[in-house]
């Protein structure tokens, strides 16, 4: 008898046909003599809705109520779930973040796991119910309930997996498993077998929202079994793990990512100590930074610029330019039409060639580069949105990763 933690995502729970879709599916499984655990996120485009919902009331709301708000989505699945279950003649018993014990921090909105206890879903278990877990919710120090950021339901399956010590994580979804691009956007992507835990990280990190990327850094800490598959067949999923054999590939797959803003420093003085202060300014309001450009000095002045996430551009021009004098630059420019397109792959470390690889299939394809970073097994590019898809696209052909 095995233990197995199973996740649907949103559309695999859409809608009635697909709730009974899914419940024949943990039956399956169930009749089979495991225990099973199943994770859910809301139906649909339910979490989009509740967002604007709460858009119509407010420009500003409460984080905490934020997160209220955002976790009925998947109370709803859950009980609906259950219930298809009953009426399917097994036991089945729907649970919230706060009933299974899932502590987390009190970061609202992108609140991270502390610890699980998990108890109840043991005990739940030994009366061979199905237990059915709300997925993005936990629940803070203060008894408050907090979510994981969206995606966020990968996370609660596979750190639920880590505290069950599961034999095998299943996150189900709309596509055949992780491909070299997202299938939606690159006609001809290849469906991949196995991708290690870090290749997986990166590109999870880079935009593929296939998988939430914190699921991913449980999984790797953990070594938990996971698998990505389709809820809608039973082709073979792409099974995500520690990789060892030396035959790397190159580049695994290419990933965009369209939340991102780019804003530039210009006429800096150049001088000691000028770029601790703009990023510890960030640094203390919270706002991730991720590229950072910076000019070779002219007349002692230099430009700095770099990357945040769309929804924290404007808050980072207004602290900086609250800090005009202090920083000492000229003026600020944004741009919110940018975004970052990275090739991921274990077998870069040691071939110097590949980034130029990338550069040449965006020179072809007449796309200009703005900035430019990378990493051991990385390489990312900012460019004009308007030619992400098709940068992904001419990638792609370039490195073989699309029939
Ligand atoms: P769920 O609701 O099941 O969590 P998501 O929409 O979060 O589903 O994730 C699945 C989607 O991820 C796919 O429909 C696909 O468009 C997108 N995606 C992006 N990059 C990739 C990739 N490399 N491989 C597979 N899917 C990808
Ligand atoms: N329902 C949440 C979201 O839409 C969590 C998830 O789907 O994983 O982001
Ligand atoms: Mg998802």
């Not at 095995?2 to 879709?21: D, H, Y």
């Not at 059915?132 to 309930?145: L, M, S």
Request: aromatic residues 4%; hydrophobic residues 40%.
């Amino acid at each position: 008898m095995s233990l197995i933690v199973q996740k649907f995502g949103g559309s695999s729970v859409a809608n009635k046909e697909r709730v009974f879709n899914v419940a024949n599916r943990i039956i399956e499984t169930y009749k089979n003599n495991n225990s099973v655990v199943v994770v859910v996120s809301a139906q649909g485009d339910t979490t989009d809705d509740l967002i604007e919902k709460a858009a119509e009331i407010t420009s500003n709301p409460s984080k905490r109520e934020m997160d209220m708000l955002l976790s009925t989505g998947e109370q709803i699945s859950i009980s609906l779930l259950a219930m298809a279950i009953h009426e399917l003649g097994y036991p089945a018993i729907s649970l919230t973040g706060w009933q299974v014990g899932m502590n987390t921090d009190s970061n609202y909105s992108n609140a991270r796991i502390h610890k699980i206890n998990a108890d109840r879903i043991k005990k739940e278990l030994e009366h061979k119910n199905i237990v059915i877990v709300a997925g993005f919710q936990g629940i803070n120090k203060y008894e408050d309930i907090t979510t994981l950021g969206r995606g966020g339901s990968d996370t609660s399956a596979v750190a639920l997996a880590a505290a069950l010590h599961a034999d095998l994580c299943e996150i189900y979804t709309d596509v055949d498993g992780v491909y070299t691009a997202d299938p939606r956007i690159v006609k001809g992507a290849k469906k991949l077998d196995v991708i290690s835990f870090d290749e997986m990280l990166e590109l999870a990190s880079m935009g593929a929202n296939v998988l939430h990327n914190r699921s991913v850094e449980v999984a790797k800490k953990y070594n938990v079994n996971l698998c990505v598959r389709s809820s809608l067949n039973k082709n073979e999923g792409t099974v995500v793990k520690e990789v060892n054999d030396m035959e790397k590939m190159l580049v695994k797959g290419v990933a965009h990512d369209l939340d991102v803003a780019r804003i530039a420093l210009c006429d800096i003085e150049d001088k000691p100590g000028v770029a601790f202060k703009v990023f510890s300014l960030l640094a203390k309001a919270k706002i991730n930074v991720d590229i950072i450009l910076q000019s070779i000095g002219r007349e002692n002045k230099k430009d700095i610029s770099f990357t945040v996430s769309k929804s924290n551009m404007e808050k980072a021009v207004e602290i900086l330019n609250q800090n005009k004098d202090v920083i000492g630059f000229d003026n600020i420019k944004t741009n919110g039409e940018v975004a970052k397109v990275s090739i991921v792959g274990a077998g870069m470390v040691n071939n110097p060639g590949v980034a130029s690889m990338m550069f040449e299939a965006l020179s072809e394809a007449g796309i200009n580069i703005h900035m430019i970073s990378t990493s051991e097994i990385k390489v990312s590019v900012l460019v004009n949105a308007k030619n992400a898809q098709k940068a992904v696209q001419a990638i792609c052909e370039k490195f073989n990763l699309a029939d």
